[in-house]
Structure formats: C-alpha cells, structure tokens
C-alpha cells in the first residue's frame, strides 16, 4: 500500500461497497456492470444521467441506490411547466417578521432524482447547473448551501424521443457519467416477471451505508495514487478527442479531471489505492462521451451515441497504453 491509504482502510472501503452491491442487486437483476458503475461514480461524488428507453428500470435504479443509503432524498418529475423556482426554491415574504424567508426547493438533499429531466424546458433545466457545480443554490443574492454529498442521478429518455428538450452541452458537462440500463437477458426478466413488485414505490430494501460512509468513501477516493503515466495517457486520450475531424469539438479539462476522479473511484472499488490504465480505458466512453458531438448530426440518438462509443474506442486502440 501507498503513504495515502492505509490497508485497513481499504478493506473498510470495499466491505462498505459490498453491503451496497449485494443490496442493490436484489431490485436490479442481472445488471452489475451498471450498478458497478453507479457505486463508482457515488464514491467519485459525481453527478450521474441515465439514458434509456421508457420501462428499463431507470428511475428504480435511482430508488435503489437511494434506498440503500441512510441520506436525505428527494424525486423532482420534470415536465414542460416545471419552473426553476419548483426546484432551488423561493423566497416568500414572511407577514411576522416584515422579512423575506427562502423556502427550499427539492434539490436540498443528499440524493436528488430529476426523473426525466429532458422533459423540461431549458430555462428550469439551467436551473441544476450551479447547485450541481457548486452544491449550492442562490437566491436573491444569496448562497445556500445544499446536503453533502450531493448526488444528482437524472434519467432521460433518448432526446429524439417526442416531448423532450436536449440538455444543452453546459449541462451535460457537469455530469460526471452517462450510463445506459439496456434491456435484461431473458433469465433476469422471467426472475422479474416472477415478482410481486409491481412498481418502484413497493421496493423495500434497508439502509446499509451512512452518510458518514460515503463522505469517508469519497475522501478516500481523493487519496488514490495516480502515477505520472497514467495522467500522461489520460492527456493524450483527452488531447485525441480535440484532434478528431467527427468531433465538433473535444473534451473539455472539465472532462478530464473528470476521467482521472473517475478512475481513482474503480481503483478503491476494486481494492487497491493506486490507478491502473485499465480504469481509465473501462471509463473513457461513460466519461467522456457525452461531453461529444458528431460533425454530421443524425436524427437517432442512439445512433450518434453508438457512433461516438466506436470513435473512442478506436482512439484507445491507437494511444499505447503505459507498461
């Protein structure tokens, strides 16, 4: 082990991450590299969009994951008239004291769901763009502080579909991860037509981790070793996006701090408090590809985001990986 992370605190970390994996899979069947990934972007303290069809178990993975741990949260449904005030909250003139009172809005929790965020318009979705960046949200001037941590996990159906409004590129940069559910195989979908469970409210799962865990999580994460190559390649994966003709433009430094946050995460994830070039491979496309635009627009969203997925994986296969 490193002077950063003792052993010990390493073992602390992956039983902590444990308790939640084993929780998290008895509502989410057969999906354990996406859960991998939600745990990794948890312990980062990122911010996580979810990008599927209707009915895949989005908006039940968020449950899950917010079930499973002891913090405050909160579910905001964003529709065409939600407004910006429905969400940060509003100051309300208080008869008693002659005085302003802010009131808070739904995003003052450590777990916020924005349930289909690509349903309202762009002005309330701006509205997430400070206290995401920040954890922070200000009112006439003034600055309130949000829950910490601070998660938001958003779901979006694909932007094509009718009724939406893409997140503008600001947005989609303060997400540290895009994840996509994909359908269950077909075991996994008998083992859920089997249940009771009829709905994402009915899921009952206890609390195994604290606040208090995922702050000593995240502190830990910020410890990780990354080795002077290891940020070498991720500078040039990131310098390749940038260089790209499909591209209309490449990753932002946003993006790659982001890459590096993210890999210090699946390092402790997986035990080990020092970086290897496989977490940063593993993350290059939930990482960065949603901070990507192609040249040639197509009108299938998933389409361009196979597209983009094939771009980066050949960039990977062009820049050596450090030995």
């Known amino acids: 082990m490193s002077d950063f992370v003792q052993a010990e605190q390493i073992t602390g970390a992956k039983q902590t991450l444990d308790r939640l994996r084993a929780n998290m899979r008895q509502t989410i069947k057969g999906k354990d590299d996406v859960i991998e990934q939600v745990l990794i972007c948890v312990v980062a303290g990122g911010h996580l969009?979810?990008?599927?069809?209707?009915?895949?178990?989005?908006?039940?993975?968020?449950?899950?994951?917010?079930?499973?741990?002891?913090?405050?949260?909160?579910?905001?449904?964003?529709?065409?008239?939600l407004l910006p005030s429905d969400v940060t909250g509003v100051a309300i003139y208080d008869e008693a004291t002659k005085e302003f009172a802010f009131k808070p809005g739904p995003v003052f929790a450590n777990v916020v769901l924005a349930d289909e965020i690509n349903r309202a318009t762009p002005k309330t979705q701006s509205a997430l763009l400070e206290v995401m960046d920040r954890a922070r949200v200000t009112v006439d001037g003034q600055a309130h502080a949000v829950g910490s941590p601070f998660l938001v996990f958003a779901t979006q159906n694909p932007v094509d579909y009718e009724g939406t409004?893409?997140?503008?590129?600001?947005?989609?940069?303060?997400?540290?991860?895009?994840?996509?559910?994909?359908?269950?195989?077909?075991?996994?979908?008998?083992?859920?037509?089997?249940?009771t469970r009829t709905g994402y409210d009915a899921i009952r799962l206890n609390a195994v981790a604290t606040r208090e865990d995922i702050l000593r999580l995240q502190a830990l994460a910020a410890q990780v070793f990354v080795e002077d190559s290891v940020?070498?390649?991720?500078?040039?994966?990131?310098?390749?996006?940038?260089?790209?003709?499909?591209?209309?433009?490449?990753?932002?430094?946003?993006?790659?701090?982001?890459?590096?946050?993210?890999?210090?995460?699946?390092?402790?994830?997986?035990?080990?408090?020092?970086?290897?070039?496989?977490?940063?491979?593993?993350?290059?496309?939930?990482?960065?590809?949603?901070?990507?635009?192609?040249?040639?627009?197509?009108?299938?969203?998933?389409?361009?985001?196979r597209a983009i997925g094939a771009i980066l994986k050949r960039i990977l296969t062009l820049i050596p990986s450090p030995v």
């Open 165 to 195: 409004f893409p997140l503008p590129e600001s947005q989609m940069d303060r997400f540290l991860m895009r994840l996509q559910m994909g359908y269950p195989q077909p075991g996994d979908e008998l083992e859920i037509l089997r249940s």
């Open 231 to 305: 940020l070498d390649y991720i500078l040039k994966i990131v310098a390749a996006t940038r260089t790209e003709a499909d591209f209309r433009a490449g990753v932002s430094v946003r993006g790659g701090l982001a890459l590096r946050t993210a890999a210090q995460a699946r390092a402790l994830a997986n035990g080990r408090d020092f970086v290897l070039p496989d977490d940063v491979a593993e993350l290059v496309a939930p990482v960065l590809a949603h901070r990507l635009g192609l040249v040639r627009q197509t009108s299938d969203a998933l389409e361009e985001r």
């Open 49 to 81: 969009l979810i990008e599927d069809l209707p009915g895949v178990g989005k908006t039940t993975l968020a449950y899950s994951l917010a079930r499973s741990l002891d913090c405050g949260f909160s579910r905001i449904q964003f529709t065409s008239d």
